[in-house]
């Protein structure tokens, strides 16, 4: 397995009754260090409570927190989580947050240039000039790089798609995301294939996920294409489904898996997160059936 690490926000997600740990990238870090025991994220939170919190889940779950800084201006992220009658969450995220403070530094330079095969990004860290700095500065690297875009409420512009767009080899993106890049760059009648193909080649991204909610996900690498759909099940919440689909794609992809391999473990995946209340499982037996699926063709 090759090394992975990801930078961005560290955050609570605030149900009406409870409180759970969250943030894409951590979610997806979670993740990919759980399946392979190798991992590091780039973070920020605050000296509070919260900040506390997240810290000591990470350690508890021997996740190393050596490049997580600690603010104390700025409170721990959170958002305020709303779920629809098909359980599809939307987002009310608090501004000025310690992740949008991210700050550039010699322990950060050195984990990309020794312990770094790939770097996860999204966009909504980069809301802040501060922290987009920080991860622009990790751009050009010669690494790979897998973004997976998570565009949140109004915090992106032209600019931090475009350049998000052009440091990616890989890219993982749910289909209004596409919509909204084909209208903001491509300016085309809207075609899932037609777009893909034209980031591909204008933004040099060698591989592409696009999921579609329930109606699967289709990858796309070079000239091949793939698509999966997995049967529905009983849903209790699809706040990071994406995130574990990112986790297992991003393994595929490092990995050179099969198209098809990485497609349908990583909608499995998504599909066992949509049974549990928050983004990360209680306990590790999810973890333990996927790692003995890895090796099966």
């Known amino acids: 397995m090759d090394k992975i690490s990801a930078i961005g926000e560290i955050l609570f997600d605030v149900y009406p009754e409870t409180k759970n740990l969250g943030g894409a990238p951590l979610n997806f870090l979670y993740h990919v260090y759980k399946l392979t025991g190798k991992g590091n994220i780039i973070s920020r939170v605050g000296y509070d409570v919260l900040g506390n919190k997240a810290l000591d889940f990470l350690k508890k779950n021997r996740i190393p927190i050596k490049y997580i800084q600690i603010d104390r201006m700025y409170p721990t992220g959170v958002t305020n989580v709303t779920l629809d009658k098909n359980k599809v969450p939307s987002f009310n995220i608090d501004k000025e947050r310690a992740y949008d403070y991210i700050e550039m530094n010699e322990e950060i330079n050195n984990l990309i240039i020794e312990k770094t095969d790939c770097l996860y990004f999204g966009s909504l860290a980069q809301r802040n000039k501060i922290t987009r700095s920080a991860i622009n500065n990790l751009f050009d690297r010669g690494i790979k790089y897998f973004c997976d875009l998570n565009i949140r409420q109004n915090f992106y512009n032209e600019e931090i798609i475009i350049k998000s767009l052009a440091a990616a080899n890989a890219l993982k993106l749910n289909i209004h995301e596409l919509e909204l890049i084909n209208d903001l760059l491509l300016n085309e009648k809207f075609d899932i294939e037609n777009a893909v193909n034209k980031i591909m080649k204008n933004y040099s991204v060698e591989f592409i996920a696009v999921t ?22 009983t849903v209790v919440d699809t706040l990071g489904a994406g995130d574990a689909f990112a986790a297992i794609i991003c393994l595929g992809y490092v990995n050179n898996w099969k198209l098809s391999k990485m497609n349908m473990l990583a909608n499995e995946f998504a599909n066992q997160i949509c049974q549990i209340e928050g983004a990360l499982p209680a306990t590790d037996g999810i973890y333990k059936m996927l790692k003995e699926k890895f090796d099966d063709e």
């Not at 579609?212 to 099940?233: C, Q, V």
């Open 212 to 233: 579609k909610g329930a109606e699967g996900s289709t990858l796309f690498l070079n000239d091949e294409r793939d698509d999966h759909r997995t049967s529905p099940s």
